[in-house]
């Protein structure tokens, strides 16, 4: 056993994308395989495996079955959810191994955990769909263990299917051991959630916390009502040579971050993937879809504090939300994306109010003192903090600051005069 056992450790796992790769998995596939080659239809993946430059398996998945009682039942599908999200789901339709596999514990099970650890990434690359959990089916009839493996490398078992009925009238097949495999923590929940998850989009990492996890398919909302706010936000480009009306462009690119589509290139590629009769609807030309490069040069151009006061007054307006706040934290953010260089980035100072989830004042500022001193500025403004929580993190540090939050007459996060106890002692050497 020694002398034949694998090194798990030195196990690779690749996608068969060169002919010479796909010509040795059918070739394995039909002499090895009790079912043989199966033709592709839809999506599919297939895998070699090698250690040493020997090759000791393949895998195929390809796309999931449309219907199972026992996946429905375990996520917590219904009918629609099941039509709408099967294609998040892949099906290890073929697995063979070499008898060196076989006869080496754990071989089987640590090639199938190498191959789900990658087959997401694998599968949004090709086909860019992301991928939240795999299934397969065992046959008992057909197999020397009940897919032993697939428990050990973490599949659940949820039992014997009720069979496949192909035509009506024909025989329907016997049953098979079925397997299921989250690729997140979190795949059930967003394959089950009423509102679109983030893992169903690909495009951002999930925490697990957040509510930030569900994102909107904005294309499909109201946005004439949106526009009507942002009529009041400047176009700033010249007016020669102009191919995107302001409105339209403008409406489709907060569609796209609503969406959870936040960097220039996930917009474009938004934008360019919605169907045109939606773009049509935003008042963009169904045929006209802009650039990333038109994308990064038109929204960096846009004055930040109008657009965020055009759509502070849109989201107080439209879901009538009440001015009437509990808890507000003041906090300096940087733009990023608005220069490489860390000195020349904007800032900003943001009033949020966390009761309703939204920046209720928002101001350009300086790094360094600057952060102070619009700070004052914002106390000083007709901002009503009667009864609040104000929150604030190095401001605390600040005496004016203090005072000037006092005057307003909030709530402070920390007794106002144990703060001042803190300052002066601070202030007094050692």
């Not at 994308?295 to 965020?308: G, N, Y």
């Not at 860390?342 to 004042?361: P, T």
Request: hydrophobic share 40%; glycine share 6%; aromatic share 6%.
């Amino acid at each position: 056993m020694g002398e034949t056992a694998i090194e798990l450790d030195k196990i690779k796992v690749k996608v068969a994308t060169s002919l010479e790769d796909q010509a040795e998995v059918e070739l394995l596939l039909s002499r090895f395989h009790p079912l043989g080659l199966k033709k592709a239809i839809g999506r599919r993946l297939t895998y070699t495996v090698t250690c040493k430059g020997e090759v000791l398996a393949v895998l195929m998945f390809d796309a999931a079955v449309k219907r199972c009682k026992l996946r429905e039942e375990h996520i917590g599908w219904s009918r629609e959810q099941c039509q709408r999200r099967v294609i998040h789901i892949a099906n290890n339709s073929r697995y063979v191994t070499s008898k060196r596999v076989s006869d080496t514990p754990n071989a089987a099970s640590k090639i199938l955990s190498l191959v789900t650890e990658r087959i997401a990434t694998d599968w949004m690359q090709q086909y860019g769909v992301p991928l939240l959990a795999v299934e397969t089916y065992v046959d008992p009839e057909r197999n020397d263990n009940e897919g032993t493996c697939y428990v050990a490398a973490g599949w659940e078992k949820l039992g014997l299917s009720t069979g496949y009925q192909a035509r009506r009238g024909e025989a329907r097949t016997h049953s098979k051991l079925y397997f299921l495999k989250p690729l997140n923590p979190n795949s059930y929940g967003a394959l089950k959630a009423d509102i679109p998850h983030a893992l169903l989009t690909g495009v951002k990492a999930v925490s697990g916390k957040s509510n930030n996890n569900f994102v909107l398919d904005a294309s499909k909302l109201d946005m004439k009502v949106l526009q009507k706010y942002l009529s009041h936000v400047k176009d700033p480009r010249k007016k020669q040579g102009l191919k995107y009306p302001f409105l339209p462009l403008l409406s489709l690119c907060l569609a796209a971050v609503m969406s959870g589509y936040t960097q220039y290139r996930q917009i474009a590629d938004w934008i360019s993937r919605i169907p045109a009769a939606d773009r049509a609807r935003f008042g963009l030309p169904g045929d006209s879809v802009p650039e990333e490069s038109t994308i990064s040069k038109f929204v960096r151009a846009i004055d930040p504090t109008e657009l965020q006061d055009a759509l502070n007054t849109w989201l107080m307006d439209t879901y009538n939300i009440k001015r009437d706040l509990s808890v507000v934290s003041i906090d300096g953010k940087e733009l990023r994306a608005t220069d490489s260089d860390m000195a020349n980035r904007v800032s900003f100072l943001n009033v949020f109010a966390s009761d309703i989830g939204i920046v209720i004042d928002h101001r350009p500022t300086q790094k360094g003192g600057g952060e102070i001193s619009t700070a004052h500025k914002v106390l000083e403004s007709d901002i009503n903090l009667e009864g609040t929580v104000v929150l604030a993190d190095a401001l605390h540090t600040n005496k004016q600051m203090v005072d000037d939050i006092v005057k307003k007459k909030p709530r402070t996060y920390l007794q106002s005069k144990a703060i001042k106890s803190i300052l002066k002692a601070s202030c007094n050497p050692c």
